[in-house]
């Protein structure tokens, strides 16, 4: 028996899924206290870094759909605005995924290519492009949260040493 082989295009939906959950889990695991961190040898603060995440969702959005909104849009303050929004870019991606047709995936467009800036390929290679951003961008974020969490470990040591001696 032959094993079945999934279309490019359902394996790259799978693996955007996965990414998704993966910085889904470390945006919700961060420490608000400390978005405005910018690890030593960084040269993005941890909330510029999960906007990051919100703005990719977007330009894959543009290479679904020929359009986007709010690409030029500043980072909110809160981790739980990034979240909203980033959940909200995520779901529109999924739906229009789900719309595209096989010869739309291989339909050549002109949209963003990384730091090459914008060219013209498939649908396909576009959005593996932009998957690849999103895991350099998740990597970096994975670094913030290592540091966010140890530096709220040694706060919260140095306030319970703090009370310890108080009393």
């Keep these: 028996m032959t094993p079945t082989v999934s279309p490019e295009w359902l394996v790259l939906a799978e693996v955007l899924e996965r990414e998704f959950r993966n910085a889904r889990r470390m945006l919700g695991a961060f420490p608000s206290s400390r978005l405005e961190d910018r690890p030593p040898d960084c040269s993005h603060t941890a909330r510029e870094l999960a906007w990051a995440f919100v703005q990719r969702e977007r330009l894959m959005l543009y290479v679904l759909r020929g359009r986007t909104s709010d ?97």
């Design 71 to 167: 690409l030029g849009k500043p980072a909110p303050e809160q981790c739980s605005t990034i979240l909203a929004e980033y959940d909200e870019a995520h779901r529109e991606s999924r739906r229009a995924i789900a719309r595209l047709s096989p010869e739309q995936w291989r339909e050549r467009i002109s949209g963003p290519a990384g730091l090459q800036g914008w060219e013209t390929a498939s649908r396909l290679d576009l959005l593996w492009s932009a998957w690849k951003e999103l895991v350099h961008h998740v990597a970096h974020f994975a670094v913030h949260l290592r540091v966010a969490r140890q530096a709220e470990a040694a706060r919260e040591t140095a306030d319970a040493h703090a009370l310890s001696t108080a009393g």
